[in-house]
Nanobody, 122 residues
Framework: VQLQASGGGLVPPGGSLRLSCAAS??????????MGWYRQAPGKQRELVAT???????NYADSVKDRFTISRDNAKNTVYLQMNNLKPEDTAVYYC???????????????WGQGTLVTVSS
């Protein structure tokens, strides 16, 4: 299973970015449970940004509520993060995460994307 993230970049304060992350495998993925985004700023620990369940229940870090929106397309095994009103403190490497059961022979496990850098600066 691979998670491929995209959409990072350089944006001025107040700007917007949309991150995408698609889960894929050599065959059809049996089940994808919670999907989410985490971030790690320089010198800091990785922290939760937002998660979304298969049924659409969403959870956000307090620091991004009302600015970021997480969504997913279950048919495409893809999770999105729309980031608005970005602030310099949002600068970090953003990692997607998904709790996946690849085949009926497997159990659920955490999978991580490679990370995409978001830089908020004028």
């Amino acid at each position: 299973v691979q998670l491929q993230a995209s959409g990072g970049g350089l944006v001025p304060p107040g700007g917007s970015l949309r991150l995408s992350c698609a889960a894929s495998a050599s065959g059809i993925i049996f089940a994808v449970n919670v999907m989410g985004w985490y971030r790690q700023a320089p010198g800091k620990q990785r922290e939760l940004v937002a998660t979304v369940s298969t049924g659409g229940t969403k959870n956000y870090a307090d620091s991004v509520k009302d600015r970021f929106t997480i969504s997913r397309d279950n048919a495409k095994n893809t999770v999105y993060l729309q980031m608005n009103n970005l602030k310099p403190e949002d600068t970090a490497v953003y990692y997607c995460n998904a709790y996946i059961r690849p085949t009926t022979r497997d159990i659920f496990a955490d999978y991580w994307g490679q990370g995409t850098l978001v830089t908020v600066s004028s």
